[in-house]
């Protein structure tokens, strides 16, 4: 089975602190991607990676970049965040297209 | 945790009747389709998907249908369980330069015992 871990369920920030979000996909997948999820919005696309070292904005970039050294992994930094970044985080990965994203558990982030 | 049910569509069936969740996709492009289940405080997970070249596809209890003269994308669940409780939601993958999943909002499927 595909698995897509992420580092945290739940995570406390502070405004203006930098916040690091960390997953991890065990199969070697090439493309990875991040997403936000907020009632009554649905999934809105932040990042996404084809490759190692390859990144391409979402729809919603602003307030975010991201990392990937390696295949496995891939990491969103919110540089300063705010309050309007208080979501659920979800990263999903695929081998290629057109075939299915598996998701991750989610990171719920509140920043206060 | 919060639910992500919030503002959504609902679907209320008893328990051991067939649901039937529906979903407009908008890019008549559009070259793949999937069915997502989400739990509350969970990541989504994948249920069936369909091809454009098909219009029916089957798995264990779930059906999908895709009629693409109206755009439009169907789960069927059998003899639906308390655990389908769930939001579920489709997903279209636009292709072209960057092949991206566009998801829909969802519907929250409730089911009575």
């Known amino acids: 089975d595909v698995k897509v871990t992420q580092s945290s369920r739940y995570l406390v920030k502070r405004t203006g602190e930098k916040v690091f979000l960390e997953c991890v996909q065990d199969?070697?997948?090439?493309?990875m991607f991040w997403y936000r999820q907020d009632p009554g919005l649905g999934l809105r696309l932040i990042y996404f990676?084809?490759?190692?070292?390859?990144?391409e904005k979402g729809d919603i970039p602003e307030g975010y970049s991201v990392s990937r050294e390696k295949k496995e992994r891939f990491s969103l930094i919110l540089e300063s965040a705010s309050t309007n970044q208080t979501s659920m985080y979800l990263c999903?990965?695929?081998?290629?297209?057109?075939?299915?994203?598996?998701f991750g558990p989610g990171t719920r982030l509140t920043v206060t | 945790g919060e639910s992500v049910g919030l503002h959504l569509p609902t679907l209320s069936v008893q328990e051991g009747d067939n649901s039937i969740i529906n979903c407009a996709y908008s890019?008549?492009?559009?070259?793949?389709f999937i069915w997502y289940k989400q739990e509350s405080g969970k990541g989504p997970q994948f249920i069936i998907d369909?091809?454009?070249?098909?219009d029916k596809r089957q798995g264990q209890r779930v059906t999908v249908l895709l009629n693409k003269t109206v755009k439009h994308l169907s789960l069927q669940i059998a003899a639906t369980q308390p655990g389908d409780s769930a939001v579920y939601f489709c997903?279209?993958?636009?292709?072209?330069?960057?092949?991206?999943?566009?998801f829909g909002t969802g519907t929250l499927l409730a089911v009575q015992p």
């Open positions: 999903a990965s695929r081998r290629g297209s057109p075939y299915e994203q598996y």
């Open positions: 199969m070697d997948h090439e493309n």
């Open positions: 990676s084809y490759d190692v070292k390859m990144k």
């Open positions: 890019n008549s492009a559009s070259d793949y």
């Open positions: 369909i091809r454009s070249n098909m």
């Open positions: 997903a279209e993958n636009r292709g072209g330069a960057t092949n991206k999943l566009i």
